[in-house]
């Protein structure tokens, strides 16, 4: 089970994230994202997320690279994004 709670702070939009997100949540988010226009306009606020899966983090990690701003991002998760990043720059090195 999971939420997004939308709050407007000036000019960004902030959507509190909450429960689990997964590979079944990941269209619905998306959509969320998009109707709010600019991805460096949108804040996705973690902290109350409790369990993602690898199809989550992946999702996490596009948006960041897209300018969306993870704010309260776990540790677990951030680490997570990490490896996935460095694996990747391991690739394109090759």
Do not use: H
């Not at 702070?9 to 429960?19: A, F, P, Q, T, Y």
């Not at 619905?28 to 899966?53: C, F, P, T, W, Y």
């Amino acid at each position: 089970m999971w939420k997004v709670q939308r709050m407007a702070n000036d000019e960004l939009v902030i959507l509190r994230v909450s429960g689990q997100l997964e590979s079944e949540q990941l269209n619905e988010l998306q959509e969320v994202i998009a109707s709010e226009g600019a991805d460096e306009n949108v804040v996705l606020d973690l902290k109350e997320v409790r369990l993602v899966d690898q199809d989550a983090v992946t999702f996490l990690a596009e948006c960041e690279a897209n300018g969306t701003q993870l704010r309260n991002c776990p540790a677990y998760i951030r680490e997570w994004i990490g490896r996935r990043q460095d694996r990747e720059s391991g690739l394109e090195q090759s």
